[in-house]
């Protein structure tokens, strides 16, 4: 194909990932994969470190362990996602559930880590079912366009924070007696520190590629930030941010670039999770209330996810539908079930496909190759530990605009859309999750409606979904009222 790597069309391979059809080559695709790949490989090194408290007993997943089943989940359910569902969407432990089962369900008294994997299997095999009876490719069609726009700018905004905030640019203030504003620019209203000139290095020459119409602009510009970060960490021995008791607030956010050596991987956690556990030391109305969250945290964050990356990429068709939708969600619920499965939480779609997405990957075949480098990180570390989160951050700020830049196909004019709207896509990024945008914008919207007087317009299964959200803001105060921890 012209422009591209050598691909005959209508071969085989053109014809079954459609890349002629999507208007993509394989150069794009390979690029795409490899761009992804960077963009999310930091979770082989975060999730191990989120996951690394005892439970109830003591015991522990262990460091080497959950890193290299991170790698090994995300790699087939990625190569999963491409060869059957089609899409350039990677899937890897998402790092709202897995923030939720270490911090509040593993706390709970006598609960063991195989228990909480175990709700986290439940919660997967729930939301198949949802999926095999056609519930959830329903929920997702009665969904407004003017929301589906807001979830697509949502999405945008709040993988832009995450650049910003994983790269240092942008940093949480403590919460003490004075603070008047919860974030700020760099360290104490500063910029300080090289990993933070890596970063700008990187935003300022991926702009400069993206708006020169540069191919590979965005693989160009983490690579190239990758290779400042390296000389300066071997030659000025940064460090980290925290090495596990010093604090350095001029150091690499999430990972320094360093050489590993290589090691076996681990994959002894693949299989212990226990499903009943919770329901035996909790009781069976304490732990549904736990899986009943999980499951409506991956339910919708999958959801959102989907729908902003695949306008994104242009796969959407005239209708707002998207091609293989059934297959998208069949995936995402199986990765709720490996990922408990194999004691790293679920995995799901993850908003850093859109780096590859941005490369101009648009079909299955750069999450082939996404999965097929994670898998080839189980064995040599050293190629995620060489990519700072500095050099990956300023492709998702990029990418981010490019989300946040639909922002006017909302009607604004009818605020029965236009604040449900508003409330999506500002809560995603200032609530630092998917679900509770979506979530404040169903029910906004479903309320909004009936004061209008036009409850008629509203699908059945809005007003179910809107139910089941407002559960899900109140699950606090039932926790309390149970005595529930």
Same mark, same amino acid.
């Given at each position: 194909?012209?422009? %591209?790597?050598?691909?005959?069309?209508?071969?085989?391979?053109?014809?079954?990932?459609?890349?002629?059809?999507?208007?993509?080559?394989?150069?794009?695709?390979?690029?795409?994969?490899?761009?992804?790949?960077?963009?999310?490989?930091?979770?082989?090194?975060?999730?191990?470190?989120?996951?690394?408290?005892?439970?109830?007993?003591?015991?522990?997943?262990?460091?080497?362990?959950?890193?290299?089943?991170?790698?090994?989940?995300?790699?087939?359910?990625?190569?999963?996602?491409?060869?059957?569902?089609?899409?350039?969407?990677?899937?890897?432990?998402?790092?709202?559930?897995?923030?939720?089962?270490?911090?509040? /369900?593993?706390?709970?008294?006598? !609960?063991?880590?195989?228990? &909480?994997?175990?709700?986290?299997?439940?919660?997967?095999?729930?939301?198949?079912? !949802?999926?095999?009876?056609?519930?959830?490719?329903?929920?997702? +069609?009665?969904?407004?366009?003017?929301? +589906? =726009?807001?979830?697509?700018?949502?999405?945008?905004?709040?993988?832009?924070?995450?650049?910003?905030?994983?790269? @240092?640019?942008?940093?949480?203030?403590?919460?003490?007696?004075? $603070?008047?504003?919860?974030?700020?620019?760099?360290?104490?209203? +500063?910029?300080?520190?090289?990993? $933070?000139?890596?970063?700008?290095?990187?935003?300022?020459?991926?702009?400069?590629?993206?708006?020169?119409?540069?191919?590979?602009?965005?693989?160009?510009?983490?690579?190239?930030?990758?290779?400042?970060?390296?000389?300066?960490?071997?030659?000025?021995?940064?460090?980290?941010?925290?090495? %596990?008791?010093?604090?350095?607030?001029?150091?690499?956010? !999430?990972?320094?670039?360093?050489?590993?050596?290589?090691?076996?991987?681990?994959?002894? !956690?693949?299989?212990?999770?226990?499903?009943?556990?919770?329901?035996?030391?909790?009781?069976?109305?304490? #732990?549904?209330?736990?899986?009943?969250?999980?499951?409506?945290?991956?339910?919708?964050?999958?959801?959102? =996810?989907?729908?902003?990356?695949?306008?994104?990429?242009?796969?959407?068709?005239?209708?707002?539908?998207?091609?293989?939708?059934?297959?998208?969600?069949?995936?995402?619920?199986?990765?709720?079930?490996?990922?408990?499965?194999?004691?790293?939480?679920?995995?799901?779609?993850?908003?850093?496909? %859109?780096?590859?997405?941005?490369? @101009?990957?648009?079909? @299955?075949?750069?999450?082939?190759?996404?999965?097929?480098?994670?898998?080839?990180?189980?064995?040599?570390?050293?190629?995620?530990?060489? &990519?700072?989160?500095?050099?990956?951050?300023? #492709?998702?700020? /990029?990418?981010?605009?490019?989300?946040?830049?639909?922002?006017?196909?909302?009607?604004?004019?009818?605020?029965?859309?236009?604040?449900?709207?508003?409330?999506?896509? =500002?809560?995603?990024?200032?609530?630092?999750?998917?679900?509770?945008?979506? @979530?404040?914008?169903? /029910?906004?919207?479903?309320?909004?409606?009936?004061?209008?007087?036009?409850?008629?317009?509203?699908?059945?299964?809005?007003?179910?979904?809107?139910?089941?959200?407002?559960?899900?803001?109140?699950?606090?105060?039932?926790?309390?009222?149970?005595?529930?921890?």
């Amino acid at each position: 194909m012209r422009g %591209g790597l050598s691909l005959k069309q209508g071969s085989a391979l053109d014809r079954y990932f459609m890349i002629s059809e999507r208007g993509s080559n394989l150069s794009r695709e390979i690029r795409g994969g490899f761009a992804t790949f960077f963009a999310m490989s930091y979770i082989v090194v975060l999730n191990p470190l989120i996951l690394s408290g005892a439970d109830s007993s003591g015991a522990t997943l262990g460091f080497p362990a959950v890193a290299a089943v991170t790698a090994f989940v995300a790699g087939i359910l990625t190569i999963l996602m491409g060869a059957w569902a089609k899409h350039p969407f990677a899937m890897a432990t998402g790092l709202g559930v897995n923030a939720f089962v270490a911090v509040t /369900v593993s706390t709970n008294p006598g !609960l063991t880590w195989p228990d &909480v994997m175990g709700l986290v299997v439940i919660s997967g095999i729930t939301m198949l079912i !949802l999926v095999l009876t056609g519930f959830r490719t329903a929920v997702f +069609k009665a969904v407004p366009d003017g929301l +589906k =726009t807001a979830i697509v700018v949502g999405i945008g905004l709040f993988i832009a924070l995450i650049g910003l905030v994983n790269a @240092g640019f942008v940093r949480r203030i403590p919460d003490v007696a004075g $603070t008047t504003v919860p974030v700020g620019l760099g360290f104490d209203g +500063k910029l300080l520190g090289w990993p $933070t000139l890596v970063f700008v290095f990187g935003l300022i020459l991926t702009i400069a590629l993206v708006v020169r119409k540069v191919k590979g602009a965005i693989l160009i510009g983490i690579i190239s930030s990758t290779v400042l970060a390296v000389i300066l960490e071997f030659t000025l021995h940064i460090g980290p941010s925290f090495d %596990g008791k010093n604090v350095n607030p001029q150091g690499w956010s !999430l990972v320094a670039p360093t050489f590993t050596e290589w090691a076996a991987p681990d994959l002894s !956690l693949i299989g212990k999770a226990n499903p009943l556990g919770a329901f035996d030391h909790l009781g069976f109305v304490a #732990a549904s209330l736990l899986a009943f969250v999980i499951l409506l945290s991956i339910f919708f964050d999958a959801m959102g =996810t989907m729908v902003g990356l695949a306008n994104e990429a242009g796969t959407v068709d005239e209708k707002g539908n998207i091609p293989n939708v059934d297959r998208v969600l069949m995936v995402d619920a199986v990765g709720a079930i490996a990922g408990g499965g194999a004691s790293v939480s679920s995995n799901q779609i993850y908003v850093e496909s %859109g780096a590859g997405i941005g490369e @101009g990957a648009r079909t @299955g075949l750069a999450s082939i190759v996404t999965g097929l480098l994670f898998l080839v990180a189980m064995f040599f570390t050293p190629l995620i530990n060489l &990519v700072p989160f500095e050099a990956v951050a300023p #492709a998702l700020v /990029v990418v981010g605009f490019m989300m946040v830049s639909q922002v006017g196909r909302i009607d604004w004019q009818d605020w029965g859309i236009a604040i449900p709207a508003f409330l999506t896509f =500002t809560l995603m990024p200032f609530t630092y999750s998917i679900a509770n945008g979506l @979530g404040a914008g169903f /029910v906004a919207f479903v309320l909004i409606r009936t004061f209008q007087g036009r409850s008629r317009d509203v699908h059945p299964l809005m007003w179910a979904v809107a139910a089941a959200f407002l559960l899900f803001f109140a699950i606090g105060p039932i926790e309390q009222a149970l005595g529930i921890h």
